[in-house]
């Protein structure tokens, strides 16, 4: 197929590696292809051209992969990073409101956000930059006959987050706008019936330490089948290019909540020093 062709030149490449018993695929989706009826080229071209409206068309990339045979009867875990990305920024981190995450407060002004507080008088919840730039990339996995690999999606924030600073306020959120970039979509809409103890949001206010990172998103219980093809669909929303970021997608063995950057360096080190083998890479060997 021509356009799977393209489409694999155009992403940064596959990478498929076992590092002491870790197996890994990586994939760089930053100039995905779209596959979405009436928008040519890549996602990140039309997100960096479409204005935040809630009516406009999504823009969706197929990523395929081939499950190494580390993958099958494993619990996987399916992680989403981003680089060149500080969110360790002195006043990014400073920019959220706990008291308004866990449902109090609303209707006085908190300095937590700062000038993120308020739009024309109304509270924005919730307020300042990291909310502001919640990751709205979303995924999923399809096996090659098109049926969907169940993904778990319980427990991926910290259970002390979700538990103890997340609370939707008892009011309701009205009298409340979500933020400038939500395009002026509800909280509903965004988070779900979770609202704000939702699992994604949580650890996406969870800030990274490192201007990379990794971010889990699911889980994928008993594994993949070994030699199978697998698509991820990402509905490409987050864009990254204007901040010259990178966006990948990892599937891997291991879980590293909350030591991530332990496990990044394994990694990291396992591709730098060729301690690892390449179990295929779609673009030539096998
Ligand atoms: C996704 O997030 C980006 C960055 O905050 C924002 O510009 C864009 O409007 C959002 N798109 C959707 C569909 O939520
Ligand atoms: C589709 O493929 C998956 C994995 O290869 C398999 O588990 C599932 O039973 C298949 N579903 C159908 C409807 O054939
Ligand atoms: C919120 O607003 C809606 C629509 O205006 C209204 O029906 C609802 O009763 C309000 N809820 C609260 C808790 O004030
Ligand atoms: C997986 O995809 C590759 C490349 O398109 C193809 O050569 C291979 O036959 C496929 N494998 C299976 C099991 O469908």
Not at 135 to 158: C, K, L, M, P, R
Not at 213 to 231: D, E, M, S, V
């Amino acid at each position: 197929m021509l356009g799977l062709g393209l489409l694999l030149l155009a992403m940064g490449g596959i990478f498929y590696a076992t590092a002491e018993g870790i197996v890994f695929v990586s994939i760089d989706y930053t100039d995905c292809v779209s596959v979405t009826p009436g928008i040519t080229g890549t996602c990140a071209e039309y997100v960096a051209t479409s204005s935040v409206d809630t009516e406009a068309t999504v823009c969706e990339c197929n990523l395929v992969f081939t499950a190494p045979s580390g993958f099958q009867n494993e619990d996987l875990y399916f992680y989403y990073y981003l680089d060149n990305y500080y969110q360790n920024f002195r006043r990014y981190v400073a920019s959220i409101d706990y008291q308004q995450l866990h449902g109090e407060g609303l209707g006085n002004l908190d300095p937590g956000c700062g000038d993120e507080d308020m739009i024309d008088g109304v509270q924005v919840l919730p307020c300042g930059y990291i909310a502001n730039s919640y990751f709205n990339d979303t995924f999923s996995v399809q096996a090659s006959n098109g049926t969907d690999v169940v993904f778990n999606d319980e427990n991926i924030a910290w259970n002390s987050d979700v538990s103890f600073k997340y609370r939707n306020p008892a009011s309701g959120f009205n009298d409340t706008v979500t933020p400038p970039n939500w395009g002026g979509r509800t909280v509903a809409t965004v988070l779900g019936e979770s609202g704000l103890t939702n699992q994604d949001f949580a650890v996406w206010m969870r800030t990274a330490g490192l201007p990379w990172f990794h971010k889990l998103y699911r889980k994928i219980p008993g594994g993949l089948i070994t030699g199978q093809n697998y698509t991820v669909s990402v509905q490409y929303n987050y864009p990254t290019k204007v901040f010259n970021g990178h966006k990948e997608v990892l599937i891997t063995t291991i879980s590293w909540l909350g030591a991530q950057n332990h496990f990044l360096g394994i990694i990291y080190l396992a591709a730098g020093s060729g301690m690892f083998s390449i179990v295929c890479d779609r673009l030539g060997c096998i």
